[in-house]
């Protein structure tokens, strides 16, 4: 896990954030009519989109765990940057900020806590269920 894998996915992030409120609201409105619900392929398509909801949730989950190991002011700046998408922030302090963000999420990587892939140039992180004996 390198700065530039972590640069790709946070700029990703405000997507899947996106995307997962939309399939959100797709979700809801499907399952408010009977009728569609009795067409044949909407249990697949609500599946799908539960699954497309679930990914986006996972990727915030894992942000979130990794800014809580981060100290409160490198937390701060990513979280107003990425989850609040707000502008006007130094460059130098986000740099640094990224900087430790993916060291943290290399030693989460390396600890086995979690994986990543990368699918058509998203990066995307998936946490590891660890079996119990």
Same mark, same amino acid.
């Given at each position: ?24 609201? +797709? ?11 009795? +067409? ?34 490198? +937390? ?15 460059? %130098? ?5 990224? %900087? ?34």
């Amino acid at each position: 896990m390198n700065t530039q894998l972590v640069h790709n996915w946070l700029n990703h992030l405000g997507g899947y954030r996106a995307s997962r409120a939309i399939n959100e609201r +797709r979700l809801t409105y499907r399952m408010s009519y009977i009728q569609d619900a009795k +067409r044949p392929g909407t249990r697949r398509e609500q599946e799908r989109i539960c699954h497309a909801i679930s990914r986006a949730k996972e990727q915030e989950m894992i942000f979130q765990e990794a800014c809580a190991r981060l100290p409160v002011p490198y +937390r701060e700046v990513l979280n107003k940057r990425y989850l609040q998408d707000t502008r006007g922030i130094e460059l %130098d302090v986000i740099s640094d900020a990224v %900087d430790a963000l993916a060291l943290v999420l290399q030693a989460m990587e390396q600890a086995g806590t979690i994986q990543y892939r990368i699918v058509e140039g998203y990066v995307i992180m998936h946490r590891v269920h660890q079996r119990t004996a």
